[in-house]
């Protein structure tokens, strides 16, 4: 059995989390355990993949940029344990800031496969466009929508 987990900023409603919701729904059971974390805070996508069997953990990360950049190691303390404890076969991250916090952590902790996932590039926020293109080569392959 392959084990994927699947990381995003957060289980709020929105494209990123229908598209994780609707995997882990569609995915065959014989092949996969799912397994979902979010950065950030849980939320109805988290409920609704609890309903359908998926483990969930929300790693409780501030969402604005300060905190959020002033609790970064802490939380990538977290989500090293919360890989560690799911110990996938595929990492596949969802959006630029859990692309980027997949990415460290791979190097920390051994993750065979990580996939990452572009669904939006906002122009406004170029350090995300940096971000992306500077850790970039620590995923096995990315897929864009």
């Known amino acids: 059995m392959i084990k994927i987990l699947h990381l995003l900023p957060n289980l709020g409603l929105g494209g990123t989390e229908k598209i994780i919701l609707e995997i882990c729904r569609r995915a065959d059971r014989n092949r ?12 109805p996508t988290g ?3 609890r309903k359908i069997g998926v483990p969930v953990t929300a790693l409780r990360s501030p969402d604005s940029f300060v905190p959020g950049v002033m609790d970064l190691p802490f939380l990538l303390f977290r989500l090293k344990k919360a890989v ?7 990492l596949h991250t969802w959006l630029t ?3 980027i916090a997949g990415r460290m952590v791979s190097l920390i902790t051994p993750v065979p496969v990580l996939i990452s996932s572009l669904r939006v590039m906002e122009t406004e926020k170029k350090y995300h466009l940096f971000a992306e293109r500077w850790t970039n080569f620590l995923s096995r392959s990315v897929t864009v929508n």
């Not at 355990?33 to 849980?42: G, I, T």
């Not at 560690?84 to 595929?90: K, L, Q, V």
């Open 32 to 43: 996969f355990k799912m397994s979902v974390a979010a950065l950030k805070s849980d939320g």
């Open 47 to 49: 409920d609704a993949l």
């Open 84 to 90: 560690r404890e799911s110990a996938p076969d595929i």
């Open 97 to 99: 800031r859990a692309n």
